[in-house]
């Protein structure tokens, strides 16, 4: 009998509810999921401020839901629900109507005014990718004209901007953004001291889940960069050009043409509708212990929607990621346990492991652990630990290709070094400079190759005085004098001739093997013995064998040489070029003469061909095709 499973709401918890159900249903195909979101796109709202703040592009933080489910049993349907029949299991769109037999509610959040006077009208939200993208573009308009104003009022006016909320999103704006006025005002050649940044909060500390110690710490921050911190004061109004706040008995209004709302959230307008459920709070719906909705076994709660306190505490479960997350896991366990009348419902134990925040893209706060202990990270850790959580999250629902461009984003082209690293992995350096290496390494490569030929390689047995050069040194130092393995003390006195002879002749393989014999005997027997054996019985066992493998080394060193001339294929040439010096290190030895061709290689593997090499043509072109095999869209390993 055919179940309808709709999930509304494509945030993080319906995202991976959805994920993890048709991973679970994947032989029930009588069971339908269907996916509703008001949007073709899920959106990274933890990294809404990197986009506002121009740090990264527009589209890292939005993801296709076609991708996504791509070759899954998940039907996605772009529409709006504008009410939902819980009695009849039905909900209506603008579309069409929709009916369920289980029923998960993840529509997530949005940003709730409190009834200040002109918030919603004139403040400028934070909550989803237009609203990135439109503040964005409100704070170059802000800068290119004051570039043109010449009144000091109306200048000042245009470059001041208020960040309303001291909270996780607040904070990360005002510092996204203090990072980027530096850039701003070198590119418009307006002087830093005439823009003002203030975060505003009626709360006396900022990010209050941190600990005192590192809310403090987080102010000192932010004061460093440039912002002015405004806590115990409160928002009383907002107009076109200005905003009013007060501070114990004062009021007083403040010019401006920029005010970012973050001061906090409610649930969605549908969620808000659910008059039949148990409603607490800001429209939050009250659950039982599996994360249905109280008094319904057909409607489960995901995400930020949820009111729930876990057994043993006291506060409801946080509206964080890290709970959309869990709780989508125990939703997709429990949906399948009911429909499939297997196992049993699990119930609701989260475990939150801390929180986190950036303050620009080059510094982070974060404090982290286990319920019973929680500690502070470095600076450097705890950007490392975001964006290593970033990573984990992008394997979950686009695999690599999301991963690619996550680091592809944040690391390798990040605008103006904002990054915890730095722009030490950026591609700052042009890429037709590699032309010149590439062709080198190329020729180099057809030069070793036709030479092997013109020497008899691939008729004549070649191999074996190659070999016997490190035969010699592995059984001198294993077998010296009395077949017994030496010791250190020996490879340091009676093979110092021996060392000398390697450094002279740059053999690195024989280095290697001296400083090897200090550790186990077993494991250098073992090693070599595995080498032996198969130079012996594999490389060497026959003349036409030998022959062959040395065919192999030279058609592969004028292939690889000729594709790297070329420019194509040039990553797999330049990785194939590393393993031909990988094998040439385990068997015959590296000669520094050579050493070289290794960094080289290094320095060509990531477009070393698309700058006057054919790989410019031939690559767009090939992963234009690869990218709609059906397979590599299920799997996710292709790139954008």
Request: hydrophobic residues 45%; neutral net charge.
């Amino acid at each position: 009998m055919e179940k309808n499973i709709i999930i509304l709401g494509a945030g993080y918890s319906g995202i991976l509810t959805a994920k993890k159900l048709a991973k679970r249903l994947k032989n029930h195909q009588e069971i339908k999921i269907t996916l509703i979101d008001k949007k073709s796109y899920h959106t990274m709202l933890t990294e809404l401020h990197e986009v506002a703040a121009n740090r990264v592009e527009e589209d890292s933080i939005r993801i296709s839901l076609n991708r996504i489910f791509e070759g899954r049993n998940v039907d996605v349907q772009i529409d709006t629900i504008t009410e939902i029949d819980y009695e009849k299991q039905q909900l209506t769109g603008k579309t069409k109507n929709y009916r369920y037999d289980y029923l998960v509610l993840a529509s997530g959040s949005q940003p709730t005014f409190f009834g200040i006077e002109g918030a919603q009208e004139f403040a400028y939200k934070l909550w989803s990718y237009e609203d990135a993208v439109n503040l964005k573009g409100h704070i170059f308009k802000m800068f290119t004209k004051a570039l043109q104003e010449t009144d000091p009022a109306k200048k000042e006016k245009l470059l001041s901007f208020y960040v309303l909320g001291a909270g996780f999103t607040g904070v990360e704006m005002a510092g996204e953004l203090a990072e980027w006025v530096p850039i701003l005002c070198k590119e418009f050649e307006i002087d830093r001291e005439l823009v003002k940044i203030s975060l505003v909060d009626m709360l006396d500390r900022v990010v209050p889940n941190l600990s005192v110690e590192l809310s403090e710490k987080a102010k000192r921050r932010l004061e460093k960069m440039g912002v002015t911190v405004m806590l115990n004061t409160a928002i009383t109004n907002i107009g076109e050009d200005f905003i009013g706040l007060k501070q114990g008995d004062q009021y007083f209004e403040l010019p401006t043409n920029c005010v970012v709302w973050a001061a906090g959230i409610e649930s969605s307008d549908i969620a808000n509708k659910a008059v039949q459920l148990n409603q607490i709070g800001r429209g939050r719906i009250k659950t039982d212990e599996f994360l249905r909705a109280e008094g319904r076994n057909d409607v489960f709660i995901a995400g930020d929607n949820i009111f729930f306190i876990p057994e043993g505490q006291t506060t409801p479960v946080p509206q964080m990621v890290e709970n959309c997350e869990q709780s989508a896991d125990t939703i997709a366990h429990n949906l399948y346990t009911a429909i499939t009348e297997t196992g049993e419902m699990e119930r609701y134990v989260p475990k939150f492991h801390g929180v986190m925040v950036s303050i620009g893209g080059r510094y982070g706060i974060s404090y982290v652990g286990t319920e019973k202990k929680k500690f502070a990270l470095p600076s450097f850790f705890s950007q490392f630990v975001k964006h290593f959580i970033n990573i984990i999250y992008f394997i979950q629902i686009l695999g690599w290709n999301k991963v690619f461009s996550y680091i592809r984003h944040e690391f390798f082209t990040v605008r103006n070094c904002r990054s915890f690293v730095g722009g030490h992995f950026s591609n700052r350096t042009p890429s037709f400079l590699m032309v010149p290496l590439r062709i080198f390494l190329g020729g180099f490569w057809v030069y070793e190759g036709v030479k092997k030929v013109n020497e008899g390689w691939l008729y004549t047995p070649k191999l074996t005085p190659f070999f016997q050069g490190a035969n010699d040194l592995y059984d001198y130092i294993i077998n010296a004098g009395s077949g017994e393995a030496i010791s250190s003390a020996t490879v340091v006195g009676q093979g110092a001739e021996v060392a000398g002879n390697l450094l002279t002749n740059w053999n690195i393989l024989g280095l290697f093997r001296i400083i090897l014999i200090q550790t186990t005997d077993i494991a250098i027997k073992l090693q070599v013995g595995l080498m032996d054996w198969f130079t012996s019985s594999v490389i060497l066992s026959s003349e036409s064998s030998e022959v062959f493998f040395q065919s192999v080394i030279v058609y592969s060193e004028i292939l690889v040489g000729i594709l790297l001339i070329l420019g194509l294929f040039t990553t797999i040439s330049a990785l194939y070029s590393i393993v031909l010096q990988g094998m040439f290190v385990t068997t015959t030895g590296l000669y520094l003469s050579t050493w070289w061709m290794i960094f080289a290689a290094i320095a060509v593997i990531i477009g070393g061909g698309r700058v006057f090499g054919l790989d410019y043509y031939v690559m767009p072109w090939l992963k234009e095709h690869y990218k709609h095999i059906k397979l590599v869209r299920k799997l996710y390993i292709y790139h954008d």
